[in-house]
Every structure is written in C-alpha cells, then in structure tokens.
Nanobody, 126 residues
Framework: QVQLVESGGGSVQAGGSLRLSCAAS????????MGWFRQTPGKEREGVAG?????STMYAESVKGRFTASRDKNTLYLQMNSLKPEDTAMYYC??????????????????????WGQGTQVTVSS
C-alpha cells in the first residue's frame, strides 16, 4: 500500500506563513523524486517545488525566495513565507521519478503518472 497524506493547509493573511507536510509510506521514500504542485479553479495544475532523492531542489520562479522544500526521513515539507493572495490554491504532493528529476516537476513533464496525495487547501487573504 502506497500512501501520501498531506496536512498543514489553512487560511492566512498576506505576508503570513504556513508549513505543509506530506507523510509517505509503503514505498522507498528516500529513492524517489518528490514534488509540490498547486492548482486554482480554472487553471491547470503547476509545479511549485521539486526535490530529488538527495534533497536537491528546484523552484518555480513565482515562489523562489519565499518557499522552501525539504525532505526528512518519510516526510516531505513545504515552508511557505511571505504568502501572497495569488498563492491561494489546492496544494498537492507527489512521488515518482528517481535520481535527478526535479526539473520535471517545474516543467510538469511526465508527472501525471506519479503517486499523488489528496491535496490541502491554502487560502491567502489581502
């Protein structure tokens, strides 16, 4: 059984912070590339942050300098600081690729076949 369980979403005012978590089980977590994605109604899902098996990261330009992705044991994290209203979205984590594949998260290439979490809502108000 492969399982990704996300948590940490909520409502926050612009400029605030949230920390998302994605707990993984049922597969060799440390061997997989992981990613954070987000989707707003009416828009396609987009990659936010990719994390390789060794912890190397890559970020979308829209969040660079504000978001930090990391992994520790069986959990993937996304620390979100200086949040903006345009960050409002459903946030998802996913696992799939091996090796150096974080660029595929940002470009959203071949990630549709990955294992996905259920998503957690983030709402940022002005």
């Amino acid at each position: 059984q492969v399982q990704l369980v996300e948590s940490g979403g909520g409502s926050v005012q612009a400029g605030g912070s949230l920390r998302l978590s994605c707990a993984a089980s049922g597969f060799p977590f440390n061997s997989y590339c992981m990613g954070w994605f987000r989707q707003t109604p009416g828009k396609e899902r987009e990659g936010v942050a990719g994390v390789d098996f060794d912890g190397s990261t890559m970020y979308a330009e829209s969040v660079k300098g504000r978001f930090t992705a990391s992994r520790d044991k069986n959990t993937l994290y996304l620390q979100m600081n200086s949040l903006k209203p345009e960050d409002t979205a459903m946030y998802y984590c996913a696992a799939g690729g091996t090796g150096s594949c974080r660029v595929t998260v940002i470009q959203f290439i071949g990630v549709q076949s990955w294992t996905w979490g259920q998503g957690t809502q983030v709402t940022v108000s002005s």
